[in-house]
């Protein structure tokens, strides 16, 4: 049996539904990635890590919420994508937010091929 994922925009996490205190663990986690590879002070990672946690916290809702359409939810994810990318680009500066962007892409690419080796078929969604 195959399955069918649908991805697009950045990142394939935004789908995973975790418990508050997982999901935040991970977000620490990935804040502190970004932190170490950007060479960001730690008042940056801060704001990197509440942005972090909104953008989780505004993905779960969407999860919980079973009554909305796939183009509906859709359209929300790119809205919270959208406005995440927007308050990370406004905290970091124009060559950590290229670094971070390059980081996103790579890290996109990775998951891609580990879903290809695993016959999983990827339909890409349109990131406009």
């Not at 989780?56 to 079973?66: G, Y």
Request: aromatic share 4%.
């Amino acid at each position: 049996m195959k399955h069918v994922y649908y991805i697009g925009l950045i990142i394939v996490l935004l789908f995973v539904h975790a418990t508050a205190d997982a999901q935040t663990s991970r977000d620490s986690i990935s804040v502190r990635k970004i932190q170490k590879q950007l060479h960001l002070p730690d008042a940056t990672a801060r704001l990197l890590l509440t942005i972090e946690q909104e953008r989780s916290q505004r993905v779960d809702s969407l999860n919980k919420n079973k009554s909305v359409s796939i183009t509906d939810r859709r359209t929300a994810l790119q809205g919270i994508v959208h406005s995440y990318h927007d308050h990370v680009q406004a905290i970091l500066t124009p060559d950590q937010w290229a670094q971070y962007v390059e980081m996103e892409k790579a890290a996109r690419e990775k998951l891609l091929l580990k879903m290809k080796e695993k016959k999983i078929i990827v339909k890409e969604l349109d990131t406009n």
